[in-house]
């Protein structure tokens, strides 16, 4: 049974910092392409980032671009986002995902990520 647990949730002011953790179990983890969704209320799921099985290639929405940082430790079979500068319009509720095949064309689709994780609420204030 496939597991993807989200951790650091928090609060923060707007121009601070969060790091988000994601612990996977059940599957080859060093398999998958891991990626960040968010979804904020009344708005759809959207693609955050990416990155390859190996660690190598990262791919990032261009709002969040020079602000996040997404890795993984293949070791430890957990994916991280450390985001800084925190906009308010970043508050959302962050969901890790695993896709075992993926194309370059379908990396920021939502249905492309066979596994979520439960999501982890991240606010931000002014």
């Known amino acids: 049974q496939v597991q993807l647990v989200e951790s650091g949730e928090g609060l923060v002011q707007a121009g601070g910092s969060l790091r988000l953790s994601c612990a996977a179990s059940?599957?080859?983890?060093?398999?998958?392409?891991m990626a960040w969704f968010r979804q904020a209320p009344g708005k759809e799921r959207e693609f955050v980032a990416a990155?390859?099985?190996?660690?190598?290639?990262?791919y990032y929405a261009d709002f969040v671009k020079g602000r996040f940082t997404i890795s993984r430790d293949n070791a430890k079979n957990t994916v991280y986002l450390q985001m800084n500068t925190l906009k308010l319009e970043d508050a959302a509720v962050y969901y890790c995902?695993?896709?075992?095949?993926?194309?370059?064309?379908?990396?920021?689709?939502?249905?492309?990520?066979?596994?979520w994780g439960q999501g982890t609420q991240v606010t931000v204030s002014s």
């Open positions: 995902a695993a896709a075992g095949s993926i194309t370059s064309n379908t990396m920021t689709l939502a249905e492309t990520y066979r596994n």
């Open positions: 059940g599957l080859i983890f060093s398999s998958n392409v």
């Open positions: 990155i390859s099985r190996s660690g190598a290639g990262t």
